[in-house]
């Protein structure tokens, strides 16, 4: 089993930042994969950004430019950092974990809001 634990969200006004992080623990061999996701009132859960091993990145449109993921392999935790972010950016952001099984893993989500 992998734990994840989300922290870094809140309320903050539209043109903020806010930093996000995923910690995974518990029985982890291999991690291969390592993203974000969101879920918004009404709307289906989304891809946000992901990350893979050898650090190669893929980002939403709505996001390319203002949101950048990164991680640190020797913490097994990822980070988005989300920047000039927008009401539409309001949602539920869960962190998601790839492992080698291959099984995924999902952390309890963090809420963003971004008031206009």
């Known amino acids: 089993q992998v734990q994840l634990v989300e922290s870094g969200g809140g309320l903050v006004q539209a043109g903020g930042s806010l930093r996000l992080s995923c910690a995974a623990s518990?029985?982890?061999?291999?991690?291969?994969?390592m993203g974000w996701y969101r879920q918004a009132p009404g709307k289906q859960r989304e891809l946000v950004a992901s990350?893979?091993?050898?650090?190669?990145?893929n980002y939403a449109d709505s996001v390319k430019g203002r949101f950048t993921i990164s991680r640190d392999n020797a913490k097994n935790t990822v980070y988005l950092q989300m920047n000039s972010l927008k009401p539409d950016d309001t949602a539920v952001y869960y962190c998601?974990?790839?492992?080698?099984?291959?099984?995924?893993?999902w952390g309890q989500g963090t809420q963003v809001t971004v008031s206009s």
């Open positions: 998601k974990c790839l492992v080698v099984g291959p099984f995924n893993y």
């Open positions: 518990g029985s982890i061999v291999r991690i291969l994969t």
């Open positions: 990350i893979v091993s050898d650090s190669s990145t």
